[in-house]
């Protein structure tokens, strides 16, 4: 009797089950990227520009030669060359930069602990390299 | 005490003697007095420990240090590869892979780079180069790479 009401729909196989669970998971989360995108936007632009400070490194002197940073605070260090090539690195930070003759470099970082760092002039430039320094003062 | 005056004396008026002389090599003798008067008497800072550990990242800032101030007499590997007036000095430039120099100890090889060795060719590097740089490279004295292994200082290339 039943065979008269022609061949009844396949049953659902597990693959399938499985297949359309995982389709449904990827709209989700497609769905949820799409929606929360606008957010990612806003806090990209919400952060605030690192604070640019401009140093000019002249033989045997970084100036200026002492700077006070905030803790946290995103920072831009743009380094001129005024005569030959220098470059600043602050072992204790692991952050360096180099600085070709007459050029700038930029070295851009967030300094994270509080406290008194040194750094010395990375590139040897003449007799009084050893004792061209720039001191950063980290506070809260 | 007057042991220590009088070899102080002693070491001393044969320099001021040696020091009027011509340039030639130094005698076995001399060699002698004098390896043993900076050893004991002229180098001081015996005790002194490098504060920097003995670490791959040392010695490369070591080398990097080094073959700016003095590959130009040391050679890139510290035993005067390619460096052409290495012999022709009096005293000559020892290699500093040697037993003489590799026997100070590391606050003698710093106080060596901060004062020099008068009066030899050495001259003093203190703040022609920071103490980190100084230190070191006395971290990259006690890893030097065989002889020849970094060719030739640029500057006598070319």
């Not at chain 1, 009844?8 to 949820?32: C, I, Q, T």
């Not at chain 1, 030669?65 to 220098?86: F, M, N, Q, R, Y």
């Not at chain 2, 043993?36 to 670490?55: E, G, Y």
């Not at chain 2, 037993?99 to 590391?106: A, I, L, R």
Request: charged share 20%; hydrophobic share 40%.
């Amino acid at each position: 009797m039943g065979e008269a009401h022609g061949t009844p729909p396949p049953p659902h196989s597990p693959v399938e089950d499985v297949r359309m669970k995982f389709k449904f998971a990827w709209s989700a989360m497609l769905a949820a990227l799409l929606l929360a995108a606008p957010m990612f936007v806003q806090a990209a632009a919400a952060q605030p520009a690192p604070r640019r400070i401009e140093v000019t490194a002249k033989r045997f002197a970084f100036s200026p030669s002492e700077i006070t940073l905030k803790k946290g605070e995103p920072v831009l260090l743009v380094l001129t060359s005024a005569d030959v090539a220098h470059g600043i690195r602050f072992k204790e930070l692991g952050i360096e930069t180099k600085v070709g003759k007459g050029q700038t470099s930029e070295l851009a970082f967030t300094p994270e602990k509080v406290g008194t760092f040194v750094g010395h002039c990375s590139v040897f430039c003449g007799s009084g390299h050893g004792g061209m320094t720039l001191t950063l003062h980290v506070v809260e | 005490m007057l042991r220590t005056i009088l070899s102080i004396l002693g070491a001393s008026s044969l320099v001021v003697l040696l020091a009027g002389c011509k340039a030639d090599p130094p005698g076995k003798g001399e060699v002698a007095i004098m390896t043993w008067a900076k050893h004991k008497i002229f180098v001081h800072n015996k005790s002194q420990r490098n504060p920097l550990s003995d670490n791959a990242a040392g010695v490369s800032d070591g080398k990097e240090a080094f073959s700016h101030y003095c590959a130009a007499c040391h050679g890139l590997d510290g035993q005067n590869t390619g460096v052409p007036f290495a012999d022709r000095m009096s005293p000559p430039v020892p290699s500093l892979a040697g037993k003489d120099v590799q026997t100070y100890t590391d606050g003698q090889l710093k106080w060596i780079i901060d004062y020099g060795i008068w009066p030899s060719g050495m001259p003093g590097s203190k703040n022609t180069l920071s103490d980190d740089e100084i230190w070191s490279i006395v971290l990259y004295l006690r890893h030097l790479p065989q002889a020849g292994s970094l060719g030739e200082p640029e500057m006598y290339t070319h």
